[in-house]
T-cell receptor, first 117, second 114 residues
Framework: AQKVTQAQTEISVVEKEDVTLDCVYE???????LFWYKQPPSGELVFLIR??????QNEISGRYSWNFQKSTSSFNFTITASQVVDSAVYFC??????????????FGKGTLLTVNP | KAGVTQTPRYLIKTRGQQVTLSCSPI?????VSWYQQTPGQGLQFLFE???????NKGNFPGRFSGRQFSNSRSEMNVSTLELGDSALYLC?????????????FGEGSRLTVL
């Protein structure tokens, strides 16, 4: 069975601070995919990044960066110089390649990030 | 390019009633998946439809059902509503079967059961 753990339920920071959202996953699949989604108050889940299990290179996109470490089964997300518009719930998710895990996303419980001005 | 459209956005029902939710995927996408989001259980997979056929189903009772039309629009139905069915129901569309690629989500239908 697959599992995603986001230990941080809520994080509150002041604008311009850097913040890291943690994600730890469990899977028996050799090939798997990790995702981060953002859920603003409007409700929709907005795709941020997809990473497959064979690509451990860190990725940076503007103020966002992701650190994937297979050795610790972690896929952490850092926002540099946070802004009020970054306030949202962030979800880490996992899907696998096997027949029992490739058809759905397994989500963590989410981390509510509040960025205060 | 229009995004995923879900209707209605909000609805209130009473126990025992049934409800139908609608999802129009991104043009050209043939896969539609449904997820239920509750404060207690989080986001859980309901089912996926691809080319008018249910391909996968999550661990939900038979009261939850769905269908997909030839234009890829999908509906989900919940019969004999229970209080615990109160949730945000999210629809996601994709160009491929399964969840290994990017899913595009709608804003959801928020169902309240009284």
């Amino acid at each position: 069975a697959q599992k995603v753990t986001q230990a941080q339920t809520e994080i509150s920071v002041v604008e311009k601070e850097d913040v890291t959202l943690d994600c730890v996953y469990e899977t028996r699949d050799t090939t798997y995919y990790l995702f981060w989604y953002k859920q603003p108050p409007s409700g929709e889940l907005v795709f941020l990044i997809r990473r497959n299990s064979f690509d451990e290179q860190n990725e940076i996109s503007g103020r966002y960066s992701w650190n994937f470490q297979k050795s610790t089964s972690s896929f952490n997300f850092t926002i540099t110089a946070s802004q009020v518009v970054d306030s949202a719930v962030y979800f880490c998710a996992l899907s696998g390649e096997s027949g029992g895990s490739n058809y759905k996303l397994t989500f963590g419980k989410g981390t509510l990030l509040t960025v205060n001005p | 390019k229009a995004g995923v459209t879900q209707t209605p956005r909000y609805l209130i029902k009473t126990r025992g009633q049934q409800v139908t939710l609608s999802c129009s995927p991104i043009s050209g996408h043939r896969s539609v998946s449904w997820y239920q989001q509750t404060p207690g259980q989080g986001l859980q997979f309901l089912f996926e439809y691809f080319s008018e056929t249910q391909r996968n189903k999550g661990n939900f009772p038979g009261r939850f059902s769905g269908r997909q039309f030839s234009n890829s629009r999908s509906e989900m139905n919940v019969s004999t509503l229970e209080l615990g069915d109160s949730a945000l129901y999210l629809c996601a569309s994709s160009s491929q079967l399964g969840a290994t690629g990017e899913l595009f989500f709608g804003e959801g239908s928020r169902l309240t059961v009284l």
